[in-house]
């Protein structure tokens, strides 16, 4: 089945550094991720749609000079947080959509980032 | 705004049991939904799919239906076990790709 990875799966910053997560789709190609951030017992809500090629769309009320996203490949996004702060620690997670044969488009998400800053 | 609710928030059965997870949405013009499962601290596993113009779905222990009109999904778990223990997402997709999630329901299934 199509799989969606995440690195790192964890990663511990001091305040007013700037973080970098990848997510990559291993064995199918991807012109459009998602990004998602979990806090505890929240659902999870949709930050912004990385599109390859193009600039990434941002959900309202998410700063997109914060949350920085590249899509540079079919396989590959990166979502860079600069300028951590506190409140910005989450839980990260990434989708790819994948067609399976017969025509089903079905969501593949990764295993997702915890990011905690001091 | 779609706004997605799941009843209830919590749930604990002793293993065995069947039980049922709700799912309600607001608005009904909907493109699919899905159910998943997130182990703590993990990623989303997809359960199951559920096309707009479908009534249910099934997966071994798993079945899941829609009643699209009434904006309501449930997830039927038959004969629990421990490794059901999980938090329970439902999403409904509005688009491409786009989905909108529920809360969750965090299941705990005791020997």
């Known amino acids: 089945g199509a799989v969606v990875s995440q690195h790192p799966s964890w990663v511990i910053c001091k305040s007013g550094t700037s973080v970098k997560i990848e997510c990559r789709s291993l064995?199918?190609?991807?012109?459009?991720m998602f990004w998602y951030r979990q806090f505890p017992k929240q659902s999870l809500m949709l930050m912004a749609t990385?599109?390859?090629?193009?600039?990434?769309?941002?959900e309202q009320g998410v700063e997109k000079d914060k949350f920085l996203i590249n899509h540079a490949s079919l396989t590959l996004s990166t979502l860079t947080v600069t300028s951590a702060h506190p409140e910005d620690s989450s839980f990260y997670i990434c989708?790819?959509?994948?067609?399976?044969?017969?025509?089903?488009?079905?969501?593949?998400f990764g295993p997702g980032t915890r990011l905690t800053v001091l | 705004k779609q706004e997605v609710t799941q009843i209830p928030a919590a749930l604990s059965v002793p293993e065995g049991e069947n039980l049922v997870l709700n799912c309600s949405f607001t608005?009904?013009?909907?493109?699919?939904l899905q159910w998943f499962r997130q182990d703590p601290g993990k990623g989303l596993t997809s359960l199951l799919l559920?096309?707009?113009?479908?009534r249910e779905q099934t997966s071994g222990r798993l079945n899941a239906s829609l009643d699209k009109s009434s904006g309501r999904s449930t997830l039927y778990i038959a004969a629990s076990q421990p490794g059901d223990s999980a938090t329970y997402l439902c999403?409904?997709?509005?688009?491409?790709?786009?989905?909108?999630f529920g809360k969750g329901t965090m299941l705990l299934v005791s020997p």
């Open positions: 989708s790819a959509p994948h067609t399976r044969t017969g025509g089903t488009d079905t969501q593949y």
């Open positions: 064995d199918f190609q991807a012109t459009t």
């Open positions: 990385s599109n390859e090629g193009s600039k990434a769309t941002y």
């Open positions: 608005d009904s013009a909907i493109y699919n």
């Open positions: 559920i096309q707009s113009s479908q």
């Open positions: 999403a409904v997709g509005l688009g491409y790709s786009t989905l909108t």
